[in-house]
């Protein structure tokens, strides 16, 4: 395996030692992406795959031991090595019981030991995977939905927000039911996603939501995109690469931009089955089929504005908008 190129995840909170640990393995002809937390991580490794994931322990929102459980437990054949400040035994220890193949403390001041390392992590990859997916492949997130409501709990925006002129708050009494407010100019895009913890895979689907979301609004941000301007295509990008993953379910969700100077709402639906005139604006849930159109709808609103949506699974959320 070490003559072909790899492709390597990083996730890493800390810039500067992300950076070198990237440059490290670049130079032996290896594929590397980067992951600036766990959220973020989760949702790399359901797009890219990869043949390795190096992980901190330590993180905002989620932290390495929880990455490592989604990781092995949906991806059994990938193996993970703990790159991390945290040297207690009791830190080894739960790291190790937990998937990871391998513990190597930063900083790393012996870069070849550490090849060596990584080179036994991979050479040990079908035995570990071989035993991970007798004992544990799946059985997680399939069977404990406490620990899935958690995880997806901790990916939950603030209950309340000031973006710009626009103060936006929610109260949803279920970490499946979510929403992401985006501030565009004047407007304000709400993105709403309503996972199932049925589905194996809804917490990889919650990261990658809020990963697929975040590139495009960097771009708008930098003038080098308007996608988000435009709800239907934004559901079919989101619906493309949640297809594309590979990963076992679908969830609902409506995209919702408002227009404060022309009080006007252009939204596009997939499967979101309340309130009504949502609902009317039909369209299949993501994930389902690859190749999925949405439409584009519009309608009046006046501030203060406020909607409730009630989920397949009984699950409610208020969103409440403002101006100042």
């Known amino acids: 395996m070490a003559e072909q190129q790899l492709k390597i995840l990083v996730i890493e909170d800390e810039p500067v030692f992300r950076t070198t640990l990237v440059a490290q393995l670049r130079q032996g002809g290896n594929l590397v992406y980067e992951a600036a937390n766990g959220v973020e991580g989760l949702a790399a490794v359901a797009m890219y795959q990869p043949d390795l994931v190096l ?14 459980a989604c990781i092995n437990r949906r991806y059994p054949h990938i193996p993970i090595m703990v790159v991390s400040g945290q040297d207690n035994m009791q830190d080894v220890s739960r790291a190790l019981r937990g998937g990871a193949c391998d513990y190597v403390i930063k900083p790393i001041r012996n870069w070849g030991e550490f090849h060596r390392v990584l080179q ?65 100019g004047e407007r304000l895009l709400l993105v709403i996603s309503e996972l199932s913890v049925l589905d194996a895979d809804a917490t990889f689907m919650g990261a990658m939501m809020k990963c ?113």
């Open 55 to 68: 992980c901190d322990l330590q993180m905002p929102m989620m932290d390495g031991h929880q990455v490592i």
């Open 120 to 184: 036994a992590c991979l050479a040990d990859e079908e035995e570990v995977a071989a035993r991970r997916e007798l004992d544990q492949h799946l059985r997680f997130f399939a069977h404990d939905d406490v620990a899935a409501s958690h995880l997806l709990g901790a990916m939950s925006p603030p209950k309340a927000q000031r973006l710009g002129a626009w103060l936006a708050s929610y109260e949803s009494d279920s970490p499946l039911l979510i929403p992401e407010f985006f501030l565009m």
């Open 212 to 324: 697929l979301l975040s590139g495009p609004y960097r771009q708008f941000q930098q003038g080098e995109s308007q996608l988000l301007g435009a709800p239907g295509r934004v559901l079919e990008y989101l619906n493309w690469h949640l297809c594309d993953s590979g990963l076992k379910g679908s969830l609902n969700a409506a995209v919702l931009l408002f227009n404060a100077k022309e009080q006007s709402l252009i939204y596009a639906n997939a499967g979101l089955a309340s309130p009504h005139w949502l609902q009317q604006a039909e369209g299949l849930p993501l994930g389902l089929v690859k190749q999925s159109d949405y439409l584009t709808h519009q309608r009046g609103w006046r501030l203060p504005w406020e909607m409730a949506v009630k989920g397949d699974g009984g699950a409610t959320l208020t969103i409440r908008l403002g101006w100042e």
